[in-house]
């Protein structure tokens, strides 16, 4: 896996991408089909390893060629980034995902054809090109927008500015994409909690929950970002915070923690800087809505819900947890779910005043 | 047409003429004023250009240099056309052509010109006086103001050809008489026998516009043409000859017929343009002149300077007799026996055959066939048609041909691919047929779903089309099987198709012939005509395909190509130029290899269409 420091130095990182060029214009100069091989992606070459507890990438590779017609464009596509990705390294210059796309998007003269139609297409590129160059996206001075928050008793220091999260209001500190270059300065913090829902982030951080429960609060809105996972497993391996997760008591909450713990299928390459096998699953369990009498806010579920429960309860990560299978079992036979904003029914401050406490004092956790 | 005429005739003591027609006319074709338009047209067309025929097979037989048909069509409104009205009854028609105006009341008409703004007209004692003050007509009956309501216009239609000419003394008769010519005289392949006859025709335009028809003919050793104008004495069906007199024409021999009828004028695929356009595709061998109620003059050059093949008559066969005209023959025979009269007029019947048939149905051998009732005749057929009998010779026909097909087409569309398919006479129930068809793709046809022209014995079908066989027969096709897209079964290509039926006795759905009944012996001949036609065209359709595909990839590689120089020079800092030049080089060392790929990859989808997609997500990669 690549070297995560982000002090891959610029000229070794420049050479790299410099290399992939080169290479495919030997190819050109040899009058071969010019290609480029790229790690296959998706559920078929994932594997979970056990001894790590994360999902890895195998080892299956393809070839993308230029002349064919199902492929030019994504060949196109991914030298086009990889030209973007040398031109942002040399000038110290950072993008977006978003202006990623902008600055790729064009249309090709004399024809209807633009490089890229929407962002999708750039952002597959860009996990195309990290295979590729064996180069994180933010090795690349590519990040994703900002997403999420995060309050709690810690300082850092971020490019020289020191910050302490438990001074920045009701907003909290916005997470960046790429947090490698921050600092712990302090913490004081004794565990990490993560909400799936923002609304969660603000009640709790109005409530100062943080500060009544030493630890660290932090939320996006659905999956966690890469920004967020990496920082997640900062704060636990450089300072042994444990990581809890609290998500709806649905399908969709249970593969948001199972991205934190696991690893994504699609980031599977970069497991080893975002998953957490040491995060554990909070709740809401089917438990907690009888014990906190949650039933009168069940929303039953769609086709949708039901077909990817399927999917995950064949999951390798998952098919061989019982306790997981049953807590899977349970929530199929209840056949709804409950979000999280269904506290709010039993008083605002339910879920900071009875709800954390008796979870944390109850220390019993899904693994 | 003999069984209407056989009721017109019927019908003619107990009710008048004009009555039965009224009665009859959606039979006849004249049911909308647009479709009457066409029909007065197609009836003078057909006479014209089977007499110019037959003059030019005569001139064969006698060795002579061959005549080739000219036809000029012309077609302009003349007049305003008005209703009068009394108290919302109808009582007079009147009609305006600038300043001449025709009367018409109680069955008479009269035509008079307009002075200083004023003119009278009086039928005993009934006196009609119109004014025309600042551009407003007024109308008066017996000083009692009428209301006028505008009527489709009227209509000349004048139709002129170089063909034999007609014998003064047949005139009158040709064009005033309603069974004029209806002694049966053997099958033999013809335009005129899908027609009403042009004497209907002249008819309705008596009824709409009381004029009579003016006819001027010259045969080749007249030395001028006589002019006559004819009128058809509706309560004793006869010719009455208005006016007489000779005068010049453009031919050495020739006819030219002119009608004014009510009618309506609209273009499309139903109208008379398109009509005229696809008599000019199936007769490439005459010239036709067209000048539309538009004033436009449109002509279609003759192509081929070859006539058709001469059809040849022959007798009927026994299995596609019809009581009626069985009937007829056994009247107009001039042999003695039945016995004989079988075996002379039909085809394939033996005087053994004909002796057992008589004896089996217990008659007379030696009575006269004069003398057979309907219900001996009716038990005669009857016999006749439960034996096996050889199938009638089928020599006697005369198909357009593949050439003439294809360059009709040619000269018309200038299609991108064309082709014709002639298939080998074959039998309905005793009548010989031929089904020829035909398609041009491309060119001039820009439309999306193709076009079906249906022909019988060279006369363009153009209405009906929903219960006609030949429409049957291109709908049934399954297009998709060659590779051709179809909605609602009719291929989406930018195409024209031809389905001609070639026979002795076209077997129509109804009395206005626009619809060929669906025997399956047809259907079946038609179809089999079809797919190979379908297969011709799928060919060059997939070759047309498989080089834009190619092209299409190889445009794609190149721009595609561009924009990767410019990307490995941004990388690796070689000269964009440079590359791109490579680059091409290498798509240039590399043509044949994409040019197999394209012919694998439509090998095995097999999917042709008119429009290339330029679909770059097929063939997906192999990881996702």
Redesign the interface.
């Known amino acids: 896996m690549a070297d995560s420091s982000p002090a891959l130095s610029k000229k070794k990182r420049l050479e790299v991408l410099e290399n992939i060029g080169k290479e495919v214009y030997q190819h050109i100069e040899k009058m071969e089909n010019p290609y480029l091989t790229i790690t296959t992606r998706g559920l078929s070459n994932v594997k979970y390893d056990k001894e790590s507890r994360t999902i890895k990438l195998g080892e299956s590779v393809s070839k993308r060629y230029f002349l064919n017609t199902g492929h030019v464009r994504k060949f196109t596509q991914t030298m086009a980034v990889a030209a973007l990705s040398k031109n942002l390294i040399e000038n110290d210059k950072h993008t977006s995902l978003r202006s990623a796309f902008y600055q790729i998007r064009r249309t090709i003269p004399g024809t209807k054809i633009d490089i890229v139609d929407d962002q999708t297409e750039t952002n597959k590129s860009i996990e195309d090109l990290e295979l590729i160059s064996d180069l994180t996206r933010e090795q690349l001075n590519i990040n994703a927008n900002k997403n999420g928050a995060v309050a709690g008793e810690v300082i850092i220091e971020d490019r020289g500015d020191l910050i302490d999260w438990s001074k920045l209001g009701s907003g909290g500190w916005a997470i960046p994409s790429n947090v490698e270059d921050i600092i712990f300065k302090k913490v004081d913090a004794k565990f990490v909690l993560y909400f799936e829902k923002s609304t969660m982030f603000e009640r709790a951080n109005e409530d100062k929950a943080w500060k009544k429960l030493h630890c660290v609060i932090i939320s996006s809105q659905g999956q966690a970002t890469r920004g967020i996972r990496r920082l997640l497993q900062r704060l636990s391996r450089e300072h042994n915070l444990p990581v809890y997760v609290l998500t709806d008591a649905d399908i969709w909450g249970v593969y948001i923690y199972s991205a934190i713990k696991f690893g994504s299928i699609t980031l599977a390459h970069v497991s080893d800087k975002l998953a957490l096998p040491e995060a554990k699953f909070m709740g809401l369990t089917v438990e907690d809505i009888e014990k906190y009498d949650l039933k009168r806010h069940l929303i039953k579920f769609k086709d949708v819900d039901i077909e990817r429960m399927k999917q995950i309860r064949n999951y390798d990560w998952f098919k061989n947890s019982k306790e997981w299978m049953a807590e899977l079992d349970k929530m199929e036979k209840l056949g709804a779910k409950v979000e999280l904003d269904a506290f709010t029914a039993k008083g605002l401050s339910f879920i900071t005043e009875k709800y954390l406490p008796e979870k944390l004092k109850e220390g019993k956790f899904l693994d | 047409m003999e069984e209407i005429a056989e009721e017109l005739a019927k019908n003619q003591r107990a009710i008048s003429v004009t009555e039965f027609f009224e009665r009859n006319k959606h039979l006849l074709g004249f049911d909308n004023k647009q479709k009457a338009l066409l029909v007065c047209v197609k009836e003078a067309v057909d006479n014209s250009l089977d007499a110019c025929e037959e003059l030019g097979h005569m001139q064969e037989r006698q060795k002579q240099p061959v005549t080739l048909p000219e036809i000029t069509v012309e077609v302009k409104t003349t007049s305003d056309n008005y209703q009068l009205l009394d108290e919302k009854q109808n009582v007079a028609q009147m009609m305006v052509s600038k300043s001449m105006f025709t009367l018409i009341f109680e069955g008479k008409s009269q035509e008079k010109q307009m002075r200083s703004g004023r003119v009278s007209f009086d039928f005993n004692n009934v006196r009609f006086d119109i004014s025309d003050s600042n551009d407003k007509l007024v109308v008066l009956m017996n000083g009692k103001q009428l209301t006028m309501r505008k009527n489709a216009p009227i209509f000349l239609i004048r139709v002129l050809d170089n063909g034999p000419g007609l014998l003064s003394s047949k005139m009158p008769d040709i064009f005033g008489r309603m069974l004029y010519g209806s002694k049966f005289q053997g099958m033999k392949q013809n335009r005129g026998q899908q027609g009403i006859g042009i004497h209907s025709a002249v008819l309705y335009a008596q009824l709409t516009t009381g004029k009579p028809a003016k006819v001027i003919s010259k045969i080749k050793s007249a030395k001028k043409a006589k002019m006559m104008k004819i009128e058809i004495n509706i309560a004793k069906n006869e010719p009455i000859v208005v006016e007489e007199a000779d005068t010049d024409f453009p031919y050495e021999s020739g006819t030219q017929v002119e009608l004014e009828i009510e009618g309506i004028y609209v273009s499309g695929s139903k109208g008379l343009d398109e009509y005229i356009r696809r008599t000019a595709l199936i007769n490439p061998h005459a010239n036709i002149i067209y000048i539309n109620p538009n004033g436009e003059r449109i002509v279609y050059k003759r192509l081929i300077d070859k006539l058709p093949v001469e059809p040849i008559p022959i007798k009927p066969h026994p299995h596609g007799l019809e009581l009626g005209i069985f009937t007829r023959i056994l009247k107009d025979s001039s042999q003695r026996t039945i016995v004989s009269a079988l075996s002379e007029e039909l085809s394939r019947v033996s005087r053994p055959i004909a002796e057992q048939v008589v004896k089996s149905v217990g008659l007379d051998p030696k009575k006269k066939p004069q003398e057979v009732s309907r219900e001996e005749a009716n038990s005669l057929l009857k016999a006749l048609q439960s034996l096996q009998l050889m199938k009638p010779q089928t020599d006697c026909l005369s198909p357009i041909g593949v050439e003439e097909l294809e360059t009709g087409l040619k000269k018309q569309f200038s299609p991108e691919f064309v082709k014709a398919i002639q298939r080998k006479p074959e039998v309905y129930r005793g009548m010989p047929f031929q089904i020829e068809v035909a398609v041009a793709y491309g060119g001039k046809i820009t439309s999306e779903r193709a076009t079906l022209m249906r022909y019988a014995n060279k006369i363009p079908l153009l209405f009906d089309a929903a219960s006609c066989a030949l429409t049957k027969s291109f709908t049934e096709i399954d297009y998709t099987r060659y590779g051709i897209k179809a909605e609602n079964r009719i291929p989406l290509l930018p195409a024209v198709f031809v389905i001609e039926i070639t026979s002795v006795w076209v077997p129509y759905t109804n009395e206005s012939k626009n619809a060929v009944a669906s025997y399956p012996a047809i259907i079946k001949e038609i179809k089999l005509a079809l797919q190979e036609l379908i297969r011709n065209l799928s060919i060059f359709l997939s070759r047309k395909h498989r080089s834009a595909v190619f092209q299409e ?1 190889i445009n ?2 190149e ?2 190509g ?3 120089a ?3 020079s ?5 000269e964009e130029g440079k ?1 791109k030049k ?2 091409d ?3 240039e ?2 043509k044949d ?2 040019k197999l790929n394209v012919e694998q990859s439509l090998d095995t989808s097999e999917v042709v269409s008119n429009k290339v997609e ?1 679909d ?9």
């Open positions: 990839r794609l590689f721009k595609y561009i924009e990767l410019y990307y490995l941004e990388l690796t800092g070689i590359i490579k680059i080089e290498l798509l060392k590399r290899e994409i330029s770059m997500s097929r063939g997906k990669e192999e990881e996702e």
